[in-house]
């Protein structure tokens, strides 16, 4: 591991100079130095420290480091509470009446763009070089071609409508300081398939440096763990996620088959799944994840402390609380009385007060990391095989009946629940409750929620909101549309 913390440490080095040298403009992330640029895209060993300094942008609190993972989306699905002013608005989709909150979304939405913006000029240095000056060119095109597409899909499921035809978001492709006009849904969704289409091709290469067990002795130090890069199969796997958010099922079948059917990112076994997740990258089902030093105290101090008005714990009913949706309940939808979810235990129940540890390093926090999770990569998994698995049991649905029930079967087995009989009938409320169970925590469960256009059931409040684009659209921040007018 020694060579993964000394290259993201020199990359975090590089992301401040750039960070440092921005302009003050809203969303204008153009280094002032030529220079400092210049020199850094001279070498192979630049470029690679560059994207080093996207991937660690990304670990960022504002991003996948909290709040595009549960500090947003998990408070919106009703699976989490915070007492602070902003997240009690957020709970209420009262969007626009809080500050702190409005600054929240700001926040998320510059600094996405600003980690488009590097992606975009380390795509822009590339179209002067070539394969014969690096060797690594299409690696280093494909990877920052997926987290453009990654970073603005996740900006269109969070700030624009489901229908194809409405105004959405910007797609910046090009490092300038020219404004890029705002596309329709469609068309974002054309230009994150494009790219990501393109990823695919450029890292086919991945077919065979990907192996399962995993391995890290490729000869350069760039191509060894392929987890924390946007691999080939993360792009497959985000292929799917697209295709199945934009309502495509025959491509989000094919490619989450794609993912599946390699094998090399097999599902935990039932008695795994309690920690695999839980703050590092799981050597099994981790197709991509973000390395992050920072993710732990994160958790410490929003996941695991339990401090009042600060901190996110599940909504349950343990203290004599009714809710209408407590995580307890979500767990028992469509199971048998004889099965073990093994997800429960995730979650650490107190007297007054439950614990979500899914996605936290609760050994490192009490102080005591046991022999066989030593070597594990800290971070955060964005994409992981089981939901592969559903979303290909939902999309061939269908079409292929038999395939999606055996899709189902296996990945609610290596949870420890009981399979299916094969009289029992699957249906789409069924692989709607697993996903909840399965991606509970994960920042999925609110974006598939709006997939459906799902009514959304209040734990804040008691009530059910019918499903309305005044719920599921956060109004992009202010500052945009400012910034477009100077």
Same mark, same amino acid.
């Given at each position: 591991?020694?060579?993964?913390?000394?290259? $993201?440490?020199?990359?975090?080095?590089?992301?401040?100079?750039?960070?440092?040298?921005?302009?003050? @403009?809203?969303?204008?992330?153009?280094?002032?130095?030529?220079?400092?640029?210049? #020199?850094?895209?001279? =070498?192979?060993?630049?470029?690679?420290?560059?994207?080093?300094?996207?991937?660690?942008?990304?670990?960022?609190?504002?991003?996948?480091?909290?709040?595009? /993972?549960?500090?947003?989306?998990?408070?919106?699905?009703?699976?989490?509470?915070?007492?602070?002013?902003?997240?009690?608005?957020?709970?209420? +989709?009262?969007?626009?009446?809080?500050?702190?909150?409005?600054?929240?979304?700001?926040? $998320?939405?510059?600094?996405?763009?600003?980690?488009?913006?590097?992606?975009?000029?380390?795509?822009?240095? %590339?179209?002067?070089?070539?394969?014969?000056?690096?060797?690594?060119?299409?690696?280093?095109?494909?990877?920052?071609?997926?987290?453009?597409?990654?970073?603005? !899909?996740?900006?269109?499921?969070?700030?624009?409508?489901?229908?194809?035809?409405?105004?959405?978001?910007?797609?910046?492709?090009?490092?300038?300081?020219?404004?890029?006009?705002?596309?329709?849904?469609?068309?974002?969704?054309?230009?994150?398939?494009?790219?990501?289409?393109?990823?695919?091709?450029?890292?086919?290469?991945?077919?065979? %440096?990907?192996?399962?067990?995993?391995?890290?002795?490729?000869?350069?130090? !760039?191509?060894?763990?392929? #987890?924390?890069?946007?691999?080939?199969?993360?792009?497959?796997?985000?292929?799917?996620?697209?295709?199945?958010?934009?309502?495509?099922? &025959?491509?989000?079948?094919?490619?989450?088959?794609?993912?599946?059917?390699?094998?090399?990112?097999?599902?935990?076994?039932? =008695?795994?799944?309690?920690? !695999?997740?839980?703050?590092?990258?799981?050597?099994? #089902? =981790?197709?991509?994840?973000?390395?992050? =030093?920072? +993710?732990?105290?994160?958790?410490?101090?929003?996941?695991? #402390?339990?401090?009042? *008005?600060?901190?996110?714990?599940? !909504?349950?009913?343990?203290?004599?609380?009714?809710?209408?949706?407590?995580?307890?309940?979500? +767990?028992?939808?469509?199971?048998?009385?004889?099965?073990? @979810?093994?997800?429960?235990?995730?979650?650490?129940?107190?007297?007054?007060?439950?614990?979500?540890?899914?996605?936290?390093?609760?050994?490192?926090?009490?102080?005591?990391?046991?022999?066989?999770?030593?070597?594990?990569?800290?971070?955060?998994? /964005?994409?992981?095989?089981?939901?592969?698995?559903?979303? &290909?049991?939902?999309?061939?649905?269908?079409?292929?009946?038999?395939?999606?029930?055996?899709?189902?079967?296996?990945?609610?087995?290596?949870?420890?629940?009981?399979?299916?009989?094969?009289?029992?009938?699957?249906?789409? @409320?069924?692989?709607?409750?697993?996903?909840?169970?399965?991606? *509970?925590?994960?920042?999925?469960?609110? *974006?598939?929620?709006?997939?459906?256009?799902?009514? $959304?059931?209040?734990?804040?409040?008691?009530?059910?909101?019918?499903?309305?684009?005044?719920?599921?659209?956060?109004?992009?921040?202010?500052?945009? +549309?400012?910034?477009?007018?100077?």
């Amino acid at each position: 591991m020694k060579t993964i913390y000394q290259l $993201i440490s020199a990359a975090c080095l590089v992301l401040t100079l750039w960070v440092s040298a921005a302009c003050d @403009d809203f969303l204008d992330v153009r280094p002032k130095s030529e220079k400092l640029e210049r #020199e850094l895209f001279e =070498t192979a060993q630049g470029f690679e420290d560059a994207i080093y300094g996207v991937y660690s942008s990304l670990q960022s609190t504002s991003l996948y480091g909290m709040d595009l /993972l549960w500090g947003v989306p998990e408070v919106l699905a009703q699976n989490l509470s915070c007492n602070s002013s902003a997240m009690d608005a957020l709970s209420k +989709y009262n969007y626009t009446g809080n500050s702190s909150l409005r600054l929240r979304f700001s926040n $998320i939405w510059t600094s996405a763009y600003q980690s488009i913006g590097y992606a975009n000029n380390i795509l822009s240095q %590339l179209e002067d070089k070539s394969p014969s000056q690096l060797p690594l060119y299409n690696y280093y095109k494909g990877e920052m071609l997926a987290v453009r597409a990654l970073l603005h !899909f996740d900006m269109l499921r969070l700030f624009a409508p489901t229908n194809q035809s409405s105004t959405a978001i910007p797609y910046s492709k090009t490092y300038s300081q020219d404004i890029t006009p705002f596309s329709t849904v469609a068309e974002t969704y054309n230009n994150i398939i494009s790219d990501l289409k393109e990823a695919e091709s450029l890292l086919s290469g991945d077919e065979q %440096l990907i192996r399962y067990p995993h391995e890290n002795t490729q000869y350069h130090e !760039f191509l060894n763990y392929r #987890e924390t890069h946007f691999n080939l199969y993360a792009v497959q796997a985000l292929l799917a996620r697209v295709y199945w958010m934009k309502g495509d099922m &025959a491509s989000a079948a094919a490619y989450a088959e794609k993912v599946i059917g390699s094998g090399k990112f097999p599902l935990v076994e039932e =008695t795994e799944v309690q920690d !695999f997740l839980a703050g590092t990258l799981s050597p099994k #089902e =981790t197709i991509f994840g973000i390395y992050s =030093t920072s +993710y732990l105290e994160t958790c410490r101090s929003y996941l695991y #402390e339990l401090t009042s *008005f600060h901190s996110y714990s599940p !909504f349950d009913d343990t203290s004599g609380m009714k809710h209408l949706l407590p995580w307890s309940e979500v +767990y028992n939808y469509d199971v048998e009385a004889t099965s073990q @979810d093994f997800r429960r235990n995730q979650f650490d129940k107190g007297t007054a007060s439950v614990r979500l540890l899914k996605l936290v390093d609760h050994y490192n926090l009490n102080g005591y990391v046991p022999a066989n999770r030593a070597s594990l990569i800290s971070g955060v998994t /964005l994409l992981h095989t089981s939901e592969m698995y559903l979303i &290909a049991a939902e999309a061939l649905l269908s079409s292929d009946y038999n395939k999606a029930f055996n899709y189902y079967n296996t990945e609610i087995k290596s949870r420890g629940l009981t399979p299916l009989a094969s009289s029992t009938t699957l249906t789409e @409320d069924m692989i709607y409750h697993e996903y909840h169970k399965e991606l *509970f925590g994960e920042g999925q469960v609110w *974006f598939n929620m709006k997939r459906l256009n799902k009514d $959304i059931i209040s734990n804040v409040e008691s009530r059910t909101y019918p499903a309305s684009n005044d719920l599921y659209v956060i109004p992009i921040p202010q500052e945009e +549309y400012s910034y477009r007018q100077k």
